[in-house]
């Protein structure tokens, strides 16, 4: 038991050590959008189920959500990408303000901003639309601006860290923000970098980058291998690789990896199974379509790979799985790569992960529905990214990076590993430094600073909060359990005065601001002078901005600016018959029915 708490503490020291990182992030960034509705008929004009929308989210994908698990884990993240100049480029930028990544991105009119939007109903997803093409390509124009952003983003990070080099991260799917000029200024700049990983679909694309580290797809390895057939494999292996001579023209090369069987051909090379022969009584493939290789999919059995430019069979030898293949070829992918360290992921299988020592290391994930696990493998990258940056060992670098790619997948939608969660997982929970609850304006963009160092989302609202009473108690703890801390901003007794009249507020505004402080819901209570608190939303930028109402959320006048700085409007309705002014009428009421005779009024005064 000691032991493990010792090992959870080394762990968390890492964590601790990666804080405020310089790390550049640049590749193909996309918004992922996620639209939850209910289903309870199908359609009259097809076997179609017919949805009603009933909530909508947007968040970063692809290059923009490792950079925002770099951010959320407590490295300094800066993001280079084309976005385009659309509402889905919009709400991005929303999403990488959010997480306090610094966002240089390069607007590129014309090229639309990919987005992948999947449609759910009780959380199964039904179908998934994506937008962005390959074919998109940078004008030379967008390149030129594309290579100014990196180079002045990657001085802009080595003065903020006092000289010391950045880290670079490389996310290529293929969708055209990294064409070959692109590609040769990076190669050609390597040396500007402390520390780089590559995360891409074609890694043959990225020769002679050198990275210290990659971490393919099993799909995107055994492309590779395929490619560079006829190179020399290490002695004593059991699984061997055969690939033709050069790619046929008018169909997919062909990749057969498998436990040699014992028979032996004449030239006394062991016989290799056919194609077909891996075919015989196996299900068909299941997967998602790679960008330029057409289908590559692995059966259900995870027995075979198929794809335009491979076919990985693995049927012959009994027990034979992805990660046995993945540790056999390690040394092959460094050798091909380039990288100091490779890590092969498996999804929901985990990891293997080899380094130059030629030990093979395997991490291990818990399975899980695929709508929880989209974005998994960026919180993957980000971690293990920081953590090599920070000279942690392999093995503990590898430990990090499956943790924070497993506890990010406890719910549907796009996988976020906070610094707060990883160190909770380890027993070692993020301390912020304690602040009192009732705070002036001046002190919140600090407080607020800290609390998003530590990855923590701030819900926000503002009221009189004239009568404290039930209503207001339900309300804020609804308000509280949308995010992680909660700031109420109070009317002042003068704004009380001018919106609701003379004879307001009933209590001052220091009664009113002790009462709310001494709520478990509320976290943060601040005064405000003015009769609107948009300056106040403006310093703090809500994660969440939080009114109270049964009115839908458009109709909020704060609405347009909170969206303008990323954040989300909820309204909340209170306890029926429970408000302010019905509560101050019944005391008036009640009043009135015992005022006394004024006649006794007047002898007493007489008397």
């Known amino acids: 038991m000691a032991g493990a708490a010792a090992e959870q503490r080394r762990l968390a020291t890492v964590v601790e050590s990666w804080l405020g990182r310089p790390v550049l992030i640049v590749g193909d960034a996309m918004l992922d959008e996620w639209r939850f509705a209910d289903s309870d008929r199908l359609c009259r004009e ?45 709400e991005l930028h929303d999403c990488l303000d959010r997480a306090g ?15 992948k939007r999947r449609m759910l109903a009780g959380n199964q997803i039904l179908l998934r639309e994506d937008s962005g093409d390959p074919d998109d390509a940078l004008d030379p124009e967008g390149v030129t601006r594309l290579l100014t952003a990196l180079n002045c983003a990657t001085e802009e990070l080595r003065a903020a860290a006092g000289g010391e080099a950045p880290t670079l991260v490389v996310c290529d799917y293929g969708l055209g923000a990294l064409p070959a000029p692109v590609r040769a200024w990076l190669v050609e ?28 797809s099993f799909a995107e390895a055994t492309r590779l291998l395929a490619r560079a057939g006829g190179t020399t494999r290490p002695a004593g292996t ?79 030898g009994e027990g034979v799985d992805r990660a046995v293949l993945a540790e056999s070829r390690l040394a092959e992918l460094r050798a091909h790569t380039g990288a100091d360290v490779v890590a092969v992921t498996l999804d929901t299988e985990g990891a293997v992960v080899g380094g130059a020592d030629g030990e093979p290391r395997r991490s291990h994930s818990t399975p899980v529905p695929a709508s929880h696990a989209v974005g998994a493998g960026d919180a993957y990258l980000a971690a293990m990214t920081l953590a090599l940056a920070a000279e942690a060992p392999l093995p503990t670098a590898a430990q990090l990076a499956q943790l924070a790619a497993t506890i990010t997948v406890s719910d549907t939608g796009t996988c976020v590993c906070r610094r707060e969660d990883l160190l909770t997982a380890l027993n070692q929970p993020s301390e912020i430094t304690s602040h009192p609850a009732l705070v002036g304006s001046d002190e919140l963009d600090a407080i607020v600073a800290e609390y998003r160092e530590a990855g923590r989302s701030v819900v926000f609202t503002n009221g009189c909060f004239d009568v404290l009473h039930r209503g207001h108690v339900r309300y804020l703890e609804q308000a509280r359990a949308l ?23 009933v209590n001052p505004v220091e009664d009113r601001g002790a009462l709310l402080a001494a709520l478990a819901c509320v976290d943060h209570v601040v005064v405000f002078e003015e009769d609107s608190p948009a300056a106040l939303i403006e310093a703090v930028r809500p994660d969440i901005y939080v009114k109270g109402g049964d009115y839908p959320p458009e109709l909020v006048p704060e609405a347009p600016l909170v969206r303008r700085l990323g954040g989300q409007v909820r309204t909340l309705g209170y306890v029926p018959d429970r408000s302010t002014s019905a509560i101050i009428e019944r005391i008036r009421s009640h009043s009135k029915d015992r005022e006394p005779d004024p006649s006794l009024s007047t002898r007493t005064q007489t008397s």
């Open 46 to 90: 097809a076997p179609a189920p017919v949805l009603t929308l009933r909530r909508r989210i947007s968040a970063a994908g692809g290059a923009a959500n490792t950079a925002v698990n770099v951010a959320t884990l407590g490295g300094r993240a800066v993001l280079v990408a084309p976005v385009g100049a659309d509402v889905a480029g919009d």
């Open 483 to 505: 995010g992680d801390l909660l700031i109420v901003a109070v009317n002042s007794d003068g704004s009380v005065r001018r919106l609701k009249g003379p004879d307001r507020p």
């Open 189 to 216: 700049q390597r040396e500007r970098y402390a520390t780089v990983a590559l995360d891409a679909h074609d890694l043959a694309d990225w020769r002679g980058l050198a990275p210290t580290v990659v971490t393919p």
């Open 238 to 316: 059991e699984l061997h690789l055969e690939h033709p001579d050069g790619d046929p023209s008018d169909g997919p090369s062909e990749m057969t990896v498998g436990a040699a069987p014992g028979e032996a051909r004449t030239d006394g090379v062991p016989a290799e199974p056919t194609l077909e022969s891996s075919r015989v009584d196996r299900p068909g493939p299941v997967g998602e379509p790679t960008p330029g290789e057409g289908r590559v999919a692995l059966t259900g059995d995870g027995l075979s790979v198929t794809g335009t430019g491979v076919t990985v069979n693995t049927q012959a």
């Open 101 to 115: 990544v610094w966002d240089r991105t390069v607007n590129q009119p014309g090229r639309p901003t990919p987005v």
